[in-house]
């Protein structure tokens, strides 16, 4: 079929635009051709993990396969092509102009910078072109801005609720599914000492080829590979094998077991699917549709707080965290409520601590591109948080080092609820403990070289003397706050020479950070 005897119509999917059931896919005609492009602007607007751009090209690589063999009209530019222009405008203005297309459509990217250099190619054009949403979100850009109009708290609940009536998710009627909206008390336990959590599904795809490519083209990256047995999905098949494998085996401990922090294993319950969900080969909704399908299923096996907690997630905190995003950049990318200067410490690259809990969160993301939620929160975050780490350094860390990082989630996520550089738009407060969460939380603690009890002398936990000099040093910007005025009475009831030394502790970790 032709859609129109004159009209030829260039259509560009972005690397994070995978998504097989798009309205574009439902017809097919030899007059629509679709673009994809492995780009040095893409590869180098941060300095990301060596499998994130290998997963990113495999996955297009796939999906441009997988289209072409429904008969679709596919230009594929590799990274090492000659006539590679290396970004999407250039790339772009160049097949116009060879190809005589007469119309350019893309999908609204999730990124503000990518977001911005396709309006000013599209100004620059001079055929007629459109855009059109990438029909994978549950809220619009602007939805999460119009809820809250007028409103000086952005709570992530009051959105949540609204999205779950919206949606008519886990609902009764207007009320939600058992009376309670939040399950989240009944969540966030240890793990028991003796629990061996099951291990993770991964994948085995030799993605040598694609590694040789990058290495050949001099994209510069950093952590490690096994290129031979690439780990992570490539394709919307094996994201719905690790969805189910999660629903199979993981969910039924997913919040239980949700905060917790072990060296013995790297994902415990979690999903690992943020991956295939920002990458669009699998869809929220139906990840949503699926878990609760699996509950109707398994109701002894599965409990509600589980489900709940799991959907709260994707439902609330992802929707959420993308509002956020449209709403407040691109000023967002420049708050740093603390005015914190200091530089990362050397060795976030390296994993070369002697700090376990850093070492371990450090290590297992440059060996996978992947933390948990509660490590990149209360390990790393926290760690950067109360050194006074630069927002802009830490950004850069996070959205270069995780499979799943796309700034749009990224940002929000350790501008935001992490470094509480927005001054508390995400986060009531900033997230910061000391040893003696984490030490709740993990096993980390006992086989460190320090001493998660001791706030000062010789191999005090820096997170002890750390946490108090970071309130110290914020208390004009922080004691109004009435989640922490409390911690605000316990330091000023301490002796001023507990005191004093506790500052000078964190003065003399902070002064040595690199030795940590
Ligand atoms: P699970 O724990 O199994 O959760 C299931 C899904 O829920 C995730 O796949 C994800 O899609 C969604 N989800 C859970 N928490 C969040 C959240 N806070 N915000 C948005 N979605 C959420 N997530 C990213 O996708 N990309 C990032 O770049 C990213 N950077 C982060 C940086 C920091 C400092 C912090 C604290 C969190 C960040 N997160 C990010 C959120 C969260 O840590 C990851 O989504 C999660 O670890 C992904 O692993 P999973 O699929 O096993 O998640
Ligand atoms: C992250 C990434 C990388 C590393 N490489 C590419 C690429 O070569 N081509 C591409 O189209 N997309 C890539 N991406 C994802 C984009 O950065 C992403 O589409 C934008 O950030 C918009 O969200
Ligand atoms: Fe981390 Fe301190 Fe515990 Fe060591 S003692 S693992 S540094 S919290």
Redesign the pocket.
């Given at each position: 079929m032709s859609i129109n005897k004159n009209k030829l119509l260039l259509r560009l999917i972005l690397g994070d635009q995978l998504n097989i059931n798009h309205s574009w896919f439902s017809s097919v005609s030899p007059d629509i051709t679709y673009v994809l492009m492995e780009i040095r602007t893409e590869t180098d607007y941060a300095l990301h993990h060596i499998q994130k751009v290998t997963g990113i090209f495999s996955a297009m690589r796939n999906f441009a396969s997988e289209i072409k063999k429904l008969n679709h009209q596919v230009i594929y530019l590799k990274i090492n092509d000659s006539d590679n222009l290396q970004s999407f405008e250039k790339n772009i203005l160049h097949l116009i102009e060879h190809k005589n297309f007469t119309h350019f459509e893309y999908q609204l990217p999730d990124e503000y910078r990518v977001d911005e250099a396709l309006k000013q190619l599209s100004k620059k054009l001079t055929l007629s072109h459109e855009v059109f949403d990438s029909e994978h979100f549950l809220s619009s850009r602007e939805e999460l801005g119009e809820f809250f109009k007028g409103k000086k708290l952005f709570l992530m609940e009051s959105f949540y609720r609204y999205m779950r009536k919206k949606h008519r998710i886990l609902m009764e009627g207007q009320e939600p599914y058992s009376g309670k909206w939040n399950y989240d008390s009944d969540n966030r336990k240890k793990l028991p000492a003796s629990h061996q959590p099951t291990p993770p599904l991964v994948f085995d795809n030799d993605e040598s080829e694609i590694v040789a490519e990058i290495k050949k083209a001099g994209i510069k990256t950093i952590g490690n590979i096994d290129e031979k047995h690439f780990i992570w999905p490539t394709s919307r098949k094996q994201s719905l094998e690790l969805l189910d494998f999660f629903l199979d085996y993981c969910l039924p401990l997913?919040g239980t077991y949700?905060d917790a922090m072990t060296p013995k294993a790297w994902?415990i319950y979690?999903?690992?699917?943020?991956f295939s969900?920002?990458i669009k080969l699998i869809s929220p909704l139906e990840v949503i549709n699926k878990a609760i399908e699996q509950w109707q299923k398994r109701p002894n096996e599965i409990e509600f707080n589980q489900l709940e907690g799991?959907i709260r997630?994707?439902l609330g905190?992802?929707e959420y965290?993308r509002g956020i995003y449209w709403l407040k950049m691109p000023d967002y990318a420049t708050l740093n409520f603390f005015d914190h200067q200091e530089k990362l410490p050397d060795w976030f690259w390296t994993g070369n601590t002697k700090m376990n809990c850093l070492k371990h969160s450090i290590n297992q993301s440059l060996d996978y591109a992947y933390a948990?939620?509660i490590q990149?929160?209360m390990i790393t975050?926290n760690f950067l948080l109360l050194s006074g780490i630069d927002p802009d350094q830490v950004d850069a860390w996070?959205l270069g080092i995780?499979m799943?990082?796309?700034e749009w989630?990224?940002i929000t996520?350790?501008r935001g609820?992490?470094q509480y550089a927005d001054g508390g738009i995400v986060g009531s407060k900033p997230y910061v403990s000391s040893a003696t969460y984490i030490d709740k939380m993990s096993h980390y603690c006992g086989s460190c070289f320090y001493n998660k009890a001791k706030k000062t002398g010789d191999k005090a936990c820096p997170f002890n003397s750390l946490y108090w000099n970071f309130y110290d040093k914020n208390e004009n910007k922080l004691s109004k706050n009435p989640r922490i005025g409390m911690m605000y009475n316990v330091w000023r009831r301490m002796q001023p020479n507990d005191k004093a030394d506790i500052l000078q502790q964190a003065e003399y970790y902070l002064q040595n950070i690199n030795k940590l």
């Open positions: 997913f949700q994902s979690h999903a690992r699917i943020s969900l920002n799991f997630q994707i905190w992802r965290m948990h939620h990149r929160l975050g996070y995780y799943d990082a796309f989630v990224e996520n350790t609820m992490s």
